[in-house]
C-alpha cells in the first residue's frame, strides 16, 4: 500500500507538547522532502516545517523555536515534535512527501491537534 499515515494528535493544555509522526509505505522515502502541513476550517492550509532529503529544514516563523521536524530514512518516518503549544496551533496536521524532480506527491489523512484549557 502507498501512502502516509500520521499519529501523535490529541488534546494538550497551552504550554503542552506533543510528537506527531508519519509512516511512509511503497515509496521510495529517502528521495522525498517530508513536510508537515495544517489547516483550519475555512483558512488554506499552510507549510509549518520540512526537511529535503539532504536534511535542509525550513520553519514557519510562528513555529520557529517551538516545533522541530526530523525523518528517520531507515524507518521512513517523520516526525513533528511540538513544545510550548499554543492555542492558534489548533488544526488538522496533514504529512506530505514531494519529489521535486518529478513532482510526485502524497499526503496523509491528517491527525487533529487542539490546544485548549
Known amino acids: 500500500q502507498v501512502g502516509l499515515v500520521e499519529s501523535g494528535g490529541g488534546l494538550v493544555q497551552p504550554g503542552g507538547s506533543l510528537r506527531l509522526s508519519c509512516a511512509a509505505s511503497?515509496?521510495?522515502?529517502?528521495?522525498?522532502?517530508m513536510a508537515w502541513y495544517r489547516q483550519v476550517p475555512g483558512e488554506q492550509r499552510e507549510l509549518i516545517a520540512s526537511?529535503?532529503?539532504?536534511?535542509?529544514?525550513y520553519y514557519l516563523d510562528t513555529v520557529k523555536g517551538r516545533f522541530t521536524i526530523s525523518r528517520d530514512n531507515a524507518m521512513n518516518t517523520v516526525s513533528l515534535q511540538m513544545n510550548d503549544l499554543k492555542p492558534e496551533d489548533t488544526a488538522l496536521y496533514y504529512c506530505h512527501a514531494l519529489w521535486p524532480e518529478v513532482r510526485n506527491e502524497y499526503w496523509g489523512q491528517g491527525t487533529q491537534v487542539t490546544i485548549s484549557s
Open positions: 511503497g515509496f521510495t522515502f529517502r528521495v522525498y522532502t
Open positions: 526537511i529535503t532529503r539532504d536534511n535542509n529544514i
